[in-house]
């Protein structure tokens, strides 16, 4: 804790005050409130994306999901959950359904089976992980992986949220394969800056900056509003429209001001999913591999998210534990089952909940003003849609900024950890995944100690560990064998 938030640490106002320990973490309840709001606009984005990539796939029934229940589903179980982290967890953490996992599920998972089989996987997988906190080894995992390994958890996830910051607002593009070149990624389109998307989030990015370096308060928040009215103003004369219709186009969301602002939630999609039909449609192998590659990728995108997060608020004890981990752990995981059950995929913490701590929310009370927003969101979708990318992506860079700053607490002239630390802090943006970053550090982290003499370092459990994901990194050859 730092020495301004002990000073901030006096006698608590109230029962509310008390229960979620605003004034204990320097916090207050505005800064909690300004905090909610800012991590839902950096995450709505949500409601509108799970939607499109849970319909873009087809089960093995040639069936496709409706978009509108998807997305009434996405923001009642976002909300819920969200709130339900807030009073158990008290951690300004913000949950909805994962990206990534949303994939895996619509273009692997449902083409082997119907669409309530794969949701069946999920709440199959949650239940296993809700076992796994309630049995106390979620818990101790988290506890084995060095506390330096936990801040080049943090450093990486700064990273990762910068480039996921500027691929979404298309400062930085994919280069296609057809391109003819071994550069992967490029500035703007073909190596210019050339488009109105893209300079709406410059010229929002350098608002927040100078906003952030003066120390206004809201600033990331006033940032994200002032950027979307630029783009709406913008796209009001230059009539752009969206990216996958023209190139210059807006990244997903178009910021014109909606024709319709209310519009009834579509909540079909509730309870329908199966657990036990995949077993024999799909094959218990091909199942198990499923079920295993889900298990992984939430298990350790949550354990880094809840560093990454606690990291930037200073919410860390000197073991790189944040507080009433057990809690944050046993929520993430009904998150999982009630994506499953609510036929939206997996639910999982969100490290975009960092630009609301970056903010200056402390505590569960931010989550609770996220999550009431994402359940205002299933009546007003149409508003949340005039929030772009590129003006949201504004505050996921200026968080990750703020969470690159620790990388100096890493020891760098101990290669057994800094070599480990460096894999991770890097290919976590470079392969565009938390569970590959954390991966590749435990398992050279676990090699370089045993072949330099210091096995006593390591922690019984992370020989374990460094097994899972050495399984997880050759799923590609075993579901080849499988399927």
């Known amino acids: 804790m730092s020495?301004?938030?002990?000073?901030?640490?006096?006698?608590?106002?109230?029962?509310?005050?008390?229960?979620?320990?605003?004034?204990?973490?320097?916090?207050?309840?505005?800064?909690?409130?300004?905090?909610?709001?800012?991590?839902?606009?950096?995450?709505?984005?949500?409601?509108?994306?799970?939607?499109?990539i849970l319909a873009g796939g087809i089960d093995a029934d040639g069936q496709k999901l409706p978009i509108t229940a998807l997305a009434a589903g996405t923001a009642l179980v976002a909300g819920v959950i969200t709130i339900l982290m807030g009073v158990v967890g008290r951690f300004p953490l913000a949950l909805a359904a994962g990206l990534g996992v949303n994939a895996l599920v619509a273009y692997e998972i449902a083409p082997e089976m119907t669409?309530?089989?794969?949701?069946?996987?999920?709440?199959?997988?949650?239940?296993?992980?809700?076992?796994?906190?309630?049995?106390?080894?979620?818990?101790?995992?988290?506890?084995?992986?060095?506390?330096?390994?936990?801040?080049?958890i943090g450093v990486?996830?700064?990273?990762?949220?910068?480039?996921i910051g500027l691929v979404d607002a298309g400062f930085v593009h994919r280069i296609p394969d057809a391109a003819g070149t071994t550069v992967p990624v490029e500035l703007g389109l073909g190596g210019k800056l050339v488009t109105w998307p893209t300079f709406v989030f410059v010229i929002g990015l350098l608002f927040t900056l100078v906003l952030f370096v003066r120390k206004v308060k809201g600033a990331i928040l006033i940032g994200i509003l002032g950027?979307?009215?630029?783009?709406?103003?913008?796209?009001?004369?230059?009539?752009?429209?969206?990216?996958?219709?023209?190139?210059?186009?807006?990244?997903?969301?178009?910021?014109?001001?909606?024709?319709?602002?209310?519009?009834?939630?579509?909540?079909?999609?509730?309870?329908?999913?199966?657990?036990?039909?995949?077993?024999?449609?799909?094959?218990?192998?091909?199942?198990?591999?499923?079920?295993?590659?889900?298990?992984?990728t939430d298990f350790f995108d949550t354990m880094g998210t809840m560093v990454a997060v606690?990291?930037?608020?200073?919410?860390?004890?000197?073991?790189?534990?944040?507080?009433?981990?057990?809690?944050?752990?046993?929520?993430?995981?009904?998150?999982?089952v009630?994506?499953?059950?609510?036929?939206?995929?997996?639910?999982?913490?969100?490290?975009?909940?960092?630009?609301?701590?970056?903010?200056?929310?402390?505590?569960?009370?931010?989550?609770?003003?996220?999550?009431?927003?994402?359940?205002?969101?299933?009546?007003?979708?149409?508003?949340?849609?005039?929030?772009?990318?590129?003006?949201?992506?504004t505050a996921l860079v200026v968080v990750g900024f703020l969470m690159i700053t620790t990388v100096r607490q890493i020891d760098w002239s101990d290669y057994t950890i800094a070599v480990p630390a460096f894999l991770t802090v890097t290919l976590m943006p470079f392969t565009y995944s938390i569970s590959n970053g954390i991966g590749a550090g435990i398992i050279t982290y676990v090699v370089l100690k045993v072949f330099t003499g210091k096995a006593r370092?390591?922690?019984?459990?992370?020989?374990?560990?460094?097994?899972?994901?050495?399984?997880?990194?050759?799923?590609?050859?075993?579901?080849?064998?499988?399927l």
């Open 457 to 482: 370092d390591i922690h019984p459990l992370m020989y374990g560990i460094a097994a899972l994901f050495v399984l997880y990194f050759a799923r590609g050859p075993l579901e080849s064998w499988i």
């Open 115 to 152: 669409w309530a089989d794969a949701m069946g996987l999920i709440v199959i997988e949650g239940v296993l992980i809700l076992i796994l906190v309630l049995t106390g080894l979620r818990t101790a995992v988290f506890k084995a992986v060095p506390t330096q390994l936990k801040t080049a």
């Open 227 to 296: 950027t979307t009215v630029l783009a709406i103003i913008v796209e009001a004369v230059a009539k752009l429209g969206p990216a996958f219709l023209k190139p210059g186009g807006w990244s997903l969301n178009v910021p014109a001001l909606p024709d319709q602002i209310i519009d009834a939630p579509d909540l079909s999609l509730l309870g329908k999913f199966n657990v036990l039909d995949s077993w024999s449609t799909a094959g218990p192998l091909v199942v198990l591999m499923f079920v295993f590659t889900l298990l992984v």
């Open 3 to 52: 020495a301004d938030t002990e000073a901030a640490s006096a006698t608590a106002k109230n029962g509310f005050d008390r229960f979620f320990e605003i004034t204990k973490r320097g916090s207050t309840l505005s800064r909690e409130i300004r905090g909610g709001v800012v991590t839902f606009f950096t995450m709505a984005y949500i409601v509108v994306l799970n939607p499109l």
């Open 338 to 393: 009630a994506g499953g059950a609510a036929s939206v995929s997996s639910n999982t913490s969100y490290v975009e909940s960092a630009s609301g701590v970056g903010e200056g929310a402390r505590t569960g009370v931010a989550s609770l003003v996220t999550g009431a927003l994402f359940l205002v969101a299933m009546f007003f979708a149409p508003l949340v849609k005039v929030v772009p990318f590129e003006a949201a992506s």
């Open 310 to 336: 606690g990291q930037e608020g200073e919410l860390l004890d000197s073991e790189g534990m944040p507080p009433r981990t057990k809690e944050i752990l046993l929520v993430d995981s009904v998150a999982a």
């Open 156 to 163: 990486g996830i700064g990273l990762f949220l910068m480039i």
